[in-house]
């Protein structure tokens, strides 16, 4: 699940940089269509950060420690010590 977090980021850090790229370039060229793709690509990019969290969440609620991220806040915040 972890590897599916990764890949979900690293796509929407792709896409997002499409995103802005097509949307910028289709404002000047005023073309729709490129405008519309970069609509689609910024819906893309919440799809994909979506997984990345719900990835994220599922770590936690399973205890993977073998993701650092996880195993430093699940320790803290169940060792009785606080934040």
């Known amino acids: 699940m972890a590897q599916l977090g990764q890949f979900a980021l690293a796509l929407a850090f792709i896409v997002t940089a499409y995103a802005i790229v097509a949307s910028l370039v ?16 910024a819906i893309c990019t919440c799809i994909a ?17 073998s993701v650092a991220y996880v195993a430093a806040r699940k320790d803290r915040c169940c060792s009785g010590r606080g934040s």
């Open 26 to 41: 289709g404002i000047r060229a005023r073309n729709d269509k490129l405008i519309a793709s970069g609509r689609n690509a």
């Open 49 to 65: 950060i979506s997984t990345a969290i719900f990835s994220l969440g599922y770590l936690f609620l399973t205890n993977d420690f």
